[in-house]
């Protein structure tokens, strides 16, 4: 889970300023995209993925800001001898020191923690929007309302709204398939498991930003699907 938050903007950084040539440019250079809706519903749904990116960033800085206290607390007291802590008594210096360590431990859970609950609420905002659009489509009569048989119901969504079958959507976009994967193992397991929605291979390489690429990427072409009726 090493490195899950790095790389989050609060979602100001993503705004536009003008330049001294008069060229409008981002404020800052991210390393992930943020969508933004053109049309309706579309632009209702990037407000809500930027007040969810800004959600996520001040978790982010909230836990991140009190582990790394916790880590520079229990290092400062490590180093001094313990004739300077003689304001601990009748505490010892162990006591001490294993009181900060079990503080440290327990920052370190709540991060985990933190980030299981990140991928599953950013997992149900992709399910609600999905069934959204899906039963627009349904209403607009440009899909016909089934009953999801084998696929989860975020496949069965994505694979009618992008009008191709499981081993098309595979094929064309596979990371897009690995990461939604990877997202609904962890989700299944803080649900169902562990609070920290699972360990190991689960969370291989998987960061906050990664997630907020993967939604940008799916909204941008349900969108363009979208326009696909409305110009049909």
């Known amino acids: 889970m090493e490195g899950f938050f790095q790389g989050l903007e609060h979602s100001s950084a993503f705004a536009f300023v003008q330049n001294e040539t008069g060229e409008f440019v981002r404020c800052k250079r991210t390393d992930y995209q943020l969508y933004e809706g053109n049309i309706y519903p579309f632009v ?3 407000d809500q993925l930027r007040a969810l990116n800004d959600y996520c960033f001040l978790v982010a800085q909230a836990v991140q800001e009190e582990l790394l206290e916790k880590q520079s607390q229990l290092s400062h007291s490590k180093s001094r001898p313990e004739e300077e ?6 505490f010892t210096r162990t006591e001490l020191l294993l009181g900060m360590e079990g503080q440290q ?3 370190e859970w709540a991060a985990c923690i933190s980030a299981a609950h990140l991928v599953m609420l950013l997992y149900a905002f992709l399910e609600r929007t999905l069934r959204e659009v899906y039963q627009w489509f349904c209403e607009e009569k440009w899909l016909c309302q089934t009953q999801p048989v084998k696929n989860p119901k975020v496949y069965s969504w994505l694979y009618q709204l992008l009008d191709m079958d499981a081993d098309t959507f595979r094929q064309q976009y596979p990371q897009m398939f690995q990461r939604l994967e990877q997202c609904r193992r962890i989700r299944n397991n803080f649900a169902h498991q562990s609070l920290e929605g699972g360990s190991g291979q689960m969370w291989d390489n998987l960061r906050l930003i990664d997630l907020f690429n993967l939604l940008s990427e799916i909204l ?7 326009l696909q009726q409305l110009n049909a």
Do not use: S, T
């Not at 802590?85 to 009748?90: E, F, H, K, T």
């Not at 941008?220 to 979208?226: A, G």
């Open 44 to 46: 209702e749904f990037g």
């Open 85 to 90: 802590l003689c304001w601990l008594a009748p």
């Open 105 to 107: 431990a327990q920052w």
């Open 220 to 226: 941008y072409l349900l969108e363009d699907r979208c």
